[in-house]
């Protein structure tokens, strides 16, 4: 296929990929503020838990704390690649890749790293369905912001 042809596959795979990291961010949101509201209460008068784990999350498993944590950075870091995604795609040339690539492989590799704790969620069991949710995202999310930046590189050829 040439280059041009690829270039509305790679706008659907970047609004996709946006509409999923925007969908990450908000379960990923309202798990860390749910928290933070229903967390540990540490004060003056009060001794730490005997378990005490500075990423204790009150819902899901061992794993919720790493999950939710690195899915918020991973979603944030992919909307933000979104940036330079557009102006490539808008160019949609040689010059502007290398912006558009690395963002996206960042992107990716912090996507791959929620996905492990994803997994391991999936092992460990008892979480509830917005976690459930997130984690097929974010599974699903590893493959398509690869098959994103696999076609933007193969496809931009033309200075």
């Known amino acids: 296929m040439a280059g041009g042809q690829l270039k509305p596959v790679a706008s659907l795979l970047l609004v996709l990929n946006f509409c999923m990291y925007a969908v990450v961010l ?10 933070i509201d229903h967390g540990f209460i540490i004060g003056a008068d009060f001794d730490l838990p005997a378990h005490f784990s ?3 999350f009150p819902m899901g498993n061992s794993a919720t704390g790493f999950f939710v944590v690195f ?6 870091v992919g909307v933000a690649s979104l940036l330079s ?15 558009a690539t690395s963002a996206a492989a960042i992107a990716w590799s912090l996507t791959l790293l929620a996905m492990g704790f994803a997994w391991k969620e999936v092992q460990l069991n ?12 974010l599974i699903i999310l590893s493959f398509t912001q690869l098959v994103y930046i696999t076609v933007i590189h193969g496809a931009s050829t033309s200075r």
Do not use: C
């Not at 908000?26 to 928290?35: E, L, P, S, T």
């Open 26 to 35: 908000g379960i990923a949101g309202w798990a860390m503020n749910f928290a």
């Open 54 to 56: 500075p990423i204790y």
């Open 71 to 76: 899915a918020l950075i991973a979603g944030v």
């Open 85 to 99: 995604g557009l102006n490539h795609i808008r160019q949609w040339n040689i010059d502007s890749l290398p912006a």
């Open 126 to 137: 008892d979480r509830n369905a917005k976690l459930r949710t997130m984690e097929a995202f």
